[in-house]
């Protein structure tokens, strides 16, 4: 069983961000790395595409009442959160953070670590399998909408015909995925490393352009430390807001254990591997690093919580199967 620990890969972000303050990719060397992130995004999301069992989500979609669950806790319940969050640090954060915290919470689910932690917790890991991917498909088309929907005229620049980017950029890549899966679906199944490769090295790639055309147009001069810090709070209360809303209603709706702890990892949590990209489209201009930012605070934020919840679950579980070993059976009556 893991440990809570600090993930490696805000380190490697960490410093992606630091080498972008020092060495910013600008000029026509921008333009074309912007070709690199595009095609890096495609590749990632072809990738996703021929992983993605199209026979595991139709058996998962049986369970459409926890289907149903996870996907109002997504897209409905955390975009409400989500606006009063970011109306209630209106006073003390300027408007890009403010878009960032709206921005994530219409986000979709992750897929491997809702996975994982429903597997650590003794959850349904298949439900679980089955939420987030249908989470990140219905993302494809549902975030923008939303984005369209609660933040045109933000700071962030977002256009109506980025939806038609995301579908050049996004859904087709995982549409031909699709069509290629039978022929190397079972390829990629044995060669994780290349596929977590691809996912990371798509958001880093992505990151460094985001940052380096802030460095360039010098928006960090907007932003204080005190900032970070009132984003971190206001992603702690997003997150424990969620996770206290879906866990309740998960009870009251009289699902199982089993099911309650794959609602709760999959319906309190936004995908960093999804968002930055996504992020890159939707959002023209530099501010589009500071939007990220609450998303990135937010991702190490959701990987802590999540892990203490895991282990308390697995904990608790042992402890009654424990209890059920020692305790006697009761005596028979003559």
């Known amino acids: 069983m893991p440990r809570v620990r600090f993930d490696p890969y805000i380190l490697v972000l960490i410093a992606t961000i630091a080498f972008a303050a020092v060495l910013p990719v600008s000029g026509a060397a921008a333009q074309a790395f912007g070709y690199l992130v595009s095609a890096a995004i495609g590749l990632l999301f072809f990738l996703y595409g021929a ?3 199209p026979k595991a989500v139709l058996d998962g979609l049986s369970h459409w009442r926890l289907q149903g669950t996870v996907f109002l806790s997504t897209y409905a319940l955390f975009p409400l959160l989500g606006c009063a969050v970011a109306a209630l640090s209106a006073p003390v954060l300027p408007p890009d953070l403010r878009t960032g915290l709206l921005y994530l919470s219409l986000l979709p689910s992750t897929v491997q670590s809702s996975i994982a932690f429903t597997s650590i917790a003794r959850g349904n890991v298949a439900a679980a399998l089955t939420s987030a991917s249908l ?13 369209a929907l609660l933040l045109t005229g933000a700071t962030g620049g977002f256009d109506a015909r980025a939806v038609l980017d995301i579908a050049a950029q996004i859904l087709l890549p995982f549409l031909a995925g699709q069509l290629f899966r ?7 199944a044995g060669r994780k490393r290349l596929t977590s490769f ?5 958001i880093v790639l992505t990151v460094y352009a985001a940052f380096s055309e802030g460095v360039v147009e010098g928006i960090w001069s907007r932003v204080a430390p005190l900032d970070l810090v009132w984003v971190f709070g206001f992603c702690v209360v997003l997150l424990a807001a969620v996770m206290g809303v879906v866990s309740v209603s998960a009870r009251v709706l009289g699902f199982s254990r089993p099911d309650r702890i794959a609602i709760l990892f999959c319906g309190s949590k936004k995908s960093l591997a999804t968002g930055i990209p996504m992020a890159g489209i939707l959002f023209s201009g530099p501010s589009m690093a500071l939007i990220v930012l609450p998303l990135m605070l937010f991702h190490q934020i959701q990987l802590f919580a999540c892990a203490l919840l895991a282990q308390a ?14 305790t006697p059976a009761p005596a028979r009556s003559a």
């Open 51 to 53: 992983r993605l069992s």
């Open 135 to 147: 989470s990140n498909l219905l993302g494809v088309v549902v975030t923008p909408l939303l984005v």
């Open 182 to 188: 039978p022929l190397i679906g079972s390829w990629l």
């Open 198 to 202: 691809v996912d990371r090295g798509a």
């Open 313 to 326: 679950y697995a904990a608790a579980e042992a402890r009654e199967e424990t209890v059920a070993q020692t």
